[in-house]
């Protein structure tokens, strides 16, 4: 199985700070994917990245960026954190060919 | 575009009963479609796949799902259900085609009653 580790598993962070919460795998994965998961709305997707530079937009993208320089690294950016994007983000790894995609433990965002 | 719904936000049931989630999908060609689960505090772990061939699904725990084409639907089941299945189930479908991504439900919620 692949180990996918988030930086974080909580964080708090102040309204307009800019924050960073990164994702690794320890395998050679093309696809690498951002959710932000909400009570009721399930996984949402906000980025995804498919080789290293390469990165498309998912279904939620607006205030958030994305960084995939290595390949085994995909950072989510929040330019200006703001409290709507208190939340908890998952990082997903693999997929591809309809293969497994694996997750990582998440990262409970709270913006004050 | 692509969606997956899951009809029951909650469930419960008591523990030996047995268990259907419900996940119907939009997308009309052959799906890729998988059953995940989460417990509380932990990322998501598969439970099953299917692609194709046979459509009854055999998964991790005791659970299977069944693809229905004619109803669009892949139904997650277990004969009887234990105390430690409760938990998060979300069904999700994989797009094809150009970029994969999968596209989840919004999940159903399990209680299970001693």
């Known amino acids: 199985d692949v180990k996918v580790t988030q930086s974080s598993r909580y964080l708090v962070k102040r309204t307009g700070e800019k924050v960073f919460l990164e994702c690794v795998q320890d395998m050679d994965h093309e696809n690498m994917f951002w959710y932000r998961q909400d009570p009721g709305l399930g996984l949402r997707l906000i980025y995804f990245s498919y080789d290293v530079k390469m990165k498309e937009k998912g279904d939620i993208p607006e205030g958030y960026s994305v960084s995939r320089e290595k390949k085994e690294r995909f950072s989510l950016i929040l330019e200006s954190a703001s409290t709507n994007q208190t939340s908890m983000y998952l990082c997903?790894?693999?997929?591809?060919?309809?293969?497994?995609?694996?997750f990582g433990q998440g990262t409970r965002l709270t913006v004050v | 575009a692509q969606s997956v719904t899951q009809p029951d936000i909650h469930i419960t049931v008591s523990e030996g009963a047995s268990l259907e989630l419900r996940c119907n999908y939009s997308y009309g060609a052959t799906p890729y479609l998988f059953w995940y689960v989460q417990s509380p505090g932990q990322g998501l772990q598969l439970l099953l796949k299917?692609?194709?061939?046979?459509?009854l699904v055999q998964g991790i725990k005791g659970f299977e799902a069944e693809f229905k084409r004619s109803q669009s639907s892949f139904n997650l089941r277990k004969p009887s259900v234990h105390w430690s299945d409760a938990a998060e189930y979300f069904c999700a479908d994989l797009t094809q085609g150009g970029s994969e991504k999968l596209v989840f439900g919004k999940g159903t919620k399990l209680t299970v009653n001693p």
């Open positions: 997903a790894v693999g997929g591809q060919g309809g293969t497994e995609a694996f």
């Open positions: 299917y692609f194709s061939g046979d459509t």
